[in-house]
C-alpha cells in the first residue's frame, strides 16, 4: 500500500518560490507517470505537472515556464519547482499517478502566495 506524504508548501509572496516534495511510502518505480496536481479554494483538482518514468514532463499552459517537475527514481521522490508564484497559484498541492489512484490521495501541502 503507498501512501503519499507532500511537503514544502508555505506563505511566500508574489513572484517568489517554493519546492515542493513527495515523497511515497512505497516504490512508485512501476508508475509510468506521476503528477502533481493542485486544489485551490472553490475549485476543482487540476494538474499542474507530469513527468514519466524516463523523464519527459508535461505542463498546462498556467504552469509553463514556471513550474519544473522532476522525478529521482533512486530516492523515490518526485519534486515541483515553483517559480514566479502568483496568487492565483494558492491551493493545496498533491502528488498522485497520472491518471491518479484514487486511494494514494495524501493530505497535500498548502501553498499560499499573498503579500
Known amino acids: 500500500q503507498v501512501q503519499l506524504v507532500e511537503s514544502g508548501g508555505g506563505l511566500v509572496q508574489p513572484g517568489g518560490s517554493l519546492r515542493l516534495s513527495c515523497a511515497p511510502s512505497g516504490s512508485i518505480f512501476s508508475i509510468n507517470v506521476m503528477g502533481w496536481y493542485r486544489q485551490g479554494p472553490g475549485k476543482q483538482r487540476e494538474l499542474v505537472a507530469a513527468?514519466?518514468?524516463?523523464?519527459?514532463?508535461n505542463y498546462p499552459d498556467a504552469a509553463k515556464g514556471r513550474f519544473a517537475i522532476s522525478r529521482d527514481n533512486a530516492k523515490n521522490t518526485v519534486y515541483l519547482q515553483m517559480n514566479s508564484l502568483r496568487p492565483e497559484d494558492t491551493a493545496v498541492y498533491y502528488c498522485?499517478?497520472?491518471?491518479?489512484?484514487?486511494?494514494?490521495w495524501g493530505q497535500g501541502t498548502q501553498v499560499t502566495v499573498s503579500s
Open positions: 498522485n499517478a497520472v491518471p491518479p489512484i484514487e486511494h494514494w
Open positions: 513527468i514519466g518514468r524516463g523523464g519527459r514532463t
